[in-house]
């Protein structure tokens, strides 16, 4: 048995437009990533025990936690545990520890 030729409908292939000129200045998509350069570095001074608050967007922001692994590499991390007894990897610049940050009723 051969096999039938495919036949693709809608016309001819689509054509960029015109790339933008020279002098524009360059447009920002809305849903870019941006990058924290400073990540790399990680914040220092945590060991596994410590009780910090989750600073990062996501899952148990502003919770929080307790560190139960450290992790070294490209970008430190750490497993947290949360009060409300959820894990998460969270990058060490994300978290704060407890004794730097204020809390709400403190003037």
Excluded at 93 to 107: C, F, K, R, T
């Amino acid at each position: 048995m051969t096999k039938r030729k495919n036949v693709y409908r809608g016309g001819p292939p689509r054509r960029r437009g015109p790339a933008p000129a020279a002098d524009a200045p360059p447009v920002e998509r809305p849903t870019l990533a941006t990058i924290n350069l400073e990540a790399t570095t990680g914040r220092a001074g945590f060991k596994v025990g410590d009780r910090v608050r989750i600073e990062s967007a996501g899952k148990y922001s502003g919770e929080i936690a307790v560190i139960e692994r450290l992790t070294s590499g490209p970008i430190p991390g750490a497993l947290v545990r949360s009060e409300s007894g959820g894990a998460r990897q969270v990058r060490t610049i994300d978290l704060v520890p407890l004794a730097d940050h204020p809390s709400p009723g403190d003037n």
